[in-house]
């Protein structure tokens, strides 16, 4: 089956430092890739839809020019968290979407754990 | 999209089937009811979808009432590896619909 790889899988970080979260798919080209927050003991919330090659599409709530997002290529798709706080500490889970055919199935990656200290 | 109604949580022993239900009464003609689960701190996997016609995979059973506006996830011998959030979705397979997430079903399986 299709894979997503997050990297890393957990970090650590200082308040007001940045962070890069990298997202892959590795066995198929993602022309579509989502990026979700989740915190404790809540449900998966969409912070923004990536496409290759344009603009990322952030969700109400969500600053754009605090979560960078660039999906430079059909494989990877990277979330940079700046000025990071401790508010922003959270499992921030990447999807690619895999559209071949009548196929349309959305992958998830592991998850990264961000701590902001 | 639609919106899915389920259970906050549910218990089932292991070894026993797992029947996880899922409300979508206003579900439009287009959209599918996808299933994912979530083990703990984990990202969610992809368990079974379908339109209206039941479906069957390695992993579970979908059915899917006449009307579309419930269906059942079935785990049909449920082990320890199964506990998880299960999560009901509908969504359109076109355009750039995503898939929404809601509160989900805490299945708990005990030895």
Not at chain 2, 76 to 104: E, M, Q, W
Request: proline share 4%.
């Amino acid at each position: 089956g299709a894979v997503v790889s997050q990297h890393p899988s957990w970090v650590i970080c200082k308040s007001g430092t940045s962070v890069k979260i990298e997202c892959r798919s590795l066995d198929f080209q993602a022309t579509t890739m989502f990026w979700y927050r989740q915190f404790p003991k809540q449900s998966l919330m969409l912070m923004a839809t990536s496409n290759e090659g344009s603009k990322a599409t952030y969700e109400q709530g969500v600053e754009k020019d605090k979560f960078l997002i660039n999906h430079a290529s059909l494989t990877l798709s990277t979330l940079t968290v700046t000025s990071a706080h401790p508010e922003d500490s959270s499992f921030y889970i990447c999807s690619a979407r895999q559209r071949q055919g009548r196929k349309d199935e959305q992958y998830f990656g592991p998850g990264t754990r961000l701590t902001v200290t | 999209d639609a919106k899915t109604t389920q259970p906050t949580s549910m218990d089932c022993a292991e070894g026993r089937a797992a029947n996880l239900p899922c409300n979508h009464s206003t579900i439009s003609g287009n959209e599918y009811v996808y299933w994912y689960r979530q083990i703990h701190s984990q990202g969610p996997q992809y368990i079974i979808h379908g339109l209206k016609n039941n479906e069957t995979n390695e992993m579970a059973s979908l059915i899917i009432t006449e009307d579309r506006k419930s269906s059942t996830l079935i785990l049909p011998h449920a082990t320890l590896r199964d506990t998880a959030v299960y999560y009901c979705i509908v969504r359109v397979n076109s355009g750039y619909s995503t898939l929404t997430f809601g509160k989900g079903t805490m299945l708990l399986v005990s030895p």
